[in-house]
Nanobody, 128 residues
Framework: VQLQAYGGGVVQAGGSLRLSCTAS????????MGWVRQAPGKERDVVAA????????YYSDSVKGQFTISGDNAKNTVYLQMNSLKPEDTTVYYC??????????????????????WGQGTQVTVSS
């Protein structure tokens, strides 16, 4: 599967952005999806994840209540709505897809190494 992430940009603190990730190839709901960011000098952080079914979601403590992940199977697209953005949210955001276990549809993955496919990343810059 190929992933194309877009929607990043420059926004003032307190503003919002919506990232999108479109998948091509196999059926979109064959994969659990995640949004991952890695700031310079920091570890890779899965900030949000969603199960194949879309029924289970995960958020890291750093973005809980601030970001929302959702998916649209008809459009083969997963979204990350980011609100109340802070300068510390500045970095490149990657979308990723995990095959996971066959037949398991309600599991999300919060560890980056589990993901099998990665998009090219989209830069988010939050100015103070």
């Amino acid at each position: 599967v190929q992933l194309q992430a877009y929607g990043g940009g420059v926004v003032q603190a307190g503003g919002s952005l919506r990232l999108s990730c479109t998948a091509s190839g196999r059926t979109f709901n064959s994969y659990a999806m995640g949004w991952v960011r890695q700031a310079p000098g920091k570890e890779r952080d899965v900030v949000a994840a969603i199960s194949k079914s879309g029924g289970s979601t995960y958020y890291s403590d750093s973005v809980k209540g601030q970001f929302t992940i959702s998916g649209d199977n008809a459009k083969n697209t997963v979204y990350l709505q980011m609100n109340s953005l802070k300068p510390e949210d500045t970095t490149v955001y990657y979308c990723a897809a995990a095959r996971g276990r066959v037949g398991v549809i309600d599991t999300y993955y919060y560890t980056g190494r589990v993901y099998d496919y990665w998009g090219q990343g989209t830069q988010v810059t939050v100015s103070s």
